[in-house]
């Protein structure tokens, strides 16, 4: 891979001159000269200093796009090239699909004793962020990304329901969003897809999270289950996280509750959709 692209996506990941000296084993001059080399051949700024703090212009914001799937290809290119057959898969879900859609796609994987694999459960921004570090093959996400940035296909779609305690008189109802807003709200952590969801609907309704009555920060979801089947509060979230679980009762509220698509998410222009591809299809 270039030496120049490389310096650039190494002073994208740490938008500091000196850290990214630091870490090439460079000096500052030197990498101040790449990226000027870089600005000179596409004829345009690639970074700009709002204050003291450095960050990407439009044009910097494209060719980091191009330059993270060309880094993946050429790593790629070095494994095909030493003839190494590739059985080392590295993949990142959000938590509902990581620990509730996952798993038996993961089993049918790892049944071929040639198969190695990396499953990483984490919410969906730190997922992208290793995503674009090169770190991961691709994502299974529930929440919402940049789909001009990204290459993506649909998974499945998958309900996105109100839950409460059985005893609670949402069980079963269509509930007005003004009685809903009037409960205690147990919700993921910020950046997890499920809450991404959520916000942008109440968003869509003038509303925050703050509208309601009070408001829960757990990211755990064995607890958050547990905070509801005692009547702690309510929650919203994929139906895969309790299917058909009795301790649990359902209810809609429009319009934060309906169906969404789950992705398929990678770098564009790679052979990472195929890799997915396979995963999926494997007997």
Known sequence: ?????????????????????????LTQPAVTRQI??????????????????????????TLEQYARSIQYNYETLRQAMSHAKRHHLRIGATKTIGEYVLPDAVLRFAANPQHEMTLIVDNTAHLLHLLDRNELDFLVLEGVFDKQ??????FRSEPFIGICA????????????????????IVREPGSGT???????????GYQT???????????????????AAQH????????????????????????????????????????????EEFFSYP
């Open 1 to 25: 891979m270039d030496t120049k692209l490389q310096t650039f996506l190494t002073l994208c990941d740490t938008m500091n001159y000196h850290a990214a000296a630091d870490l090439l084993h």
């Open 36 to 61: 000027q080399a870089l600005e000179a051949e596409y004829r345009t700024h690639l970074f700009r200093y709002c204050g003291r703090q450095l960050s990407l212009t439009e044009a910097g914001c």
């Open 149 to 154: 940035r990204y290459g993506w296909m649909p």
């Open 166 to 185: 059985p005893e609670h008189p949402f069980a079963g109802q269509e509930v007005p969003l003004q009685e809903v807003l009037q409960e205690s709200l």
């Open 195 to 205: 809450r991404d969801i959520l916000e942008r609907q109440l968003h869509l309704c």
């Open 210 to 228: 703050t509208a309601f009555r009070r408001v829960l920060t757990i990211s755990s979801f064995p607890l958050i289950r547990r905070l509801i």
């Open 233 to 276: 509060g309510i929650s919203f979230l994929y139906q895969a996280v309790v299917d058909a679980d009795p301790t649990f009762a359902h209810f809609t509220a429009s319009p934060l509750t309906g169906t969404h698509e789950f992705h398929i998410v990678y770098l564009p222009q790679t052979k990472a959709s195929q890799y997915a």
